[in-house]
C-alpha cells in the first residue's frame, strides 16, 4: 500500500502543477475547477493509502523481490450478497435526474437513498447475516 499511497501523493501533485498551469494560461473556470477537484480526490486517496499502509503489515506490492504468486490467498472480509448497492445506484440515479427534470424528484430518490444507506449500514445487525 505503501506503493500505491506514493503514487497517488505524486499524482496530485502533478495535477496540481497542470491546475495551476491550465488555469492562468486558459483562464477558463470550469476545466481549472475540474483540475483543481481531481487534486483534491487525488490527495484524499493518496492520505488514505498512505495513513492505512502505516497500520496494516506491509504486502507484496512492496516488496522489490516479492513474485506474483506471494500476493495470493485471502484479502480480507467482504459482505455477501448484498441488495443496498442497487438501492443507492437507484436513488442517486434519481438524484441526479432531478437536476435535469426538476427539483421535484428529489422528493422520490431522497428516501430511496436513505433506505438504501440504512440497510447498508446496518447490514450485518439483522436477518441472515447477523453476527452473533
Known sequence: MKIQGRMFIWLS???LAMAIVYGLWSKEA???TALFMA???SVMIGYYLAFTARRVDAGAQDDKN???ADDAGELG???PHSWQPLSLA???ALA?????FGWWLMFF???IIFVGLFGWVFEFYRGENQNQ
Open 96 to 100: 441526479f435526474l432531478s437536476i435535469c
Open 13 to 15: 501533485v502533478f495535477i
Open 77 to 79: 472480509f467482504f459482505a
Open 30 to 32: 470550469a476545466g481549472t
Open 66 to 68: 516479492a513474485d506474483v
Open 90 to 92: 437507484v436513488g442517486g
Open 109 to 111: 430518490s431522497a428516501p
Open 39 to 41: 487534486f483534491g480526490l
